[in-house]
């Protein structure tokens, strides 16, 4: 392995710095991961190529191993930073090309949970994947989540809980969205370490999700499902 002051980024053809950025992004390095993305804009990639190629593809490496238990909770932070400073510059151009839209996410923790650390890797790991991710925060009364999910348009409502005491109240959501009539507007997704997928059942949320990755995975899918239902 060679020292990492010896590559120098903007030498390394288009591939090989794609595969570089896949290595940066793993160790959660910010600044290369930065300066990787603007040199991709200057050789005229699109950004939604560089996006998709380089930084999605990265962080699902990243999203495989943490599900496999090689790579754990502060690693993956340090990669979603890294990968949050590549998107910073995209964002804006992305916006001006009008680039596909996987879709966006209102996310929070339940009223009486102050619980954030597994709601903020699913809300990294989903921009990762080119979700966007609109985080309402701990500690989220009904109104927060129908207030969040109508100004923002969202595709996707997220609730997490990590204790059992607050869990019930995720049913209050659904059950609130039910008697106004768009529980159906949207996929509701849940998680949180107390919850399991019969819980999800009864409540009757779209899905549980055991874990960031695995929200990830959900949330690709069920897009994907109701673009196609819309299509069809």
Known sequence: MADEDDIILSELDDDELVQQMHDDLYDGLKEEIEEAVNILVER????????????????????????????????????ANAMKGGMA????????????RMGKMVIGTVKGDIHDIGKNLVA???EGAG?????????????????AIEREQADILGMSALLTTTMPY????????KEKGIRDDYLVLVGGAPLNEEFGKAIGADAYCRDAAVSVEIAKEMVARKHNQMGA
């Open 89 to 100: 510059i995209l964002k804006p151009m992305l916006v001006e090309t009008g680039a596909p």
């Open 170 to 177: 995720m049913k209050v959501v659904i059950d609130t969205m």
């Open 44 to 79: 005229g990639w699109t950004p939604y190529d560089i996006l998709t190629k380089a930084l999605v593809a990265g962080m699902t490496i990243v999203g495989n191993d943490f599900r496999d238990g090689i790579l754990f909770v502060p690693e993956v932070l340090l990669a």
């Open 131 to 147: 979700f966007e991710v609109v985080d309402i925060g701990i500690n989220n009364p009904v109104e927060n989540y129908l207030e």
């Open 124 to 126: 990294m790991m989903m």
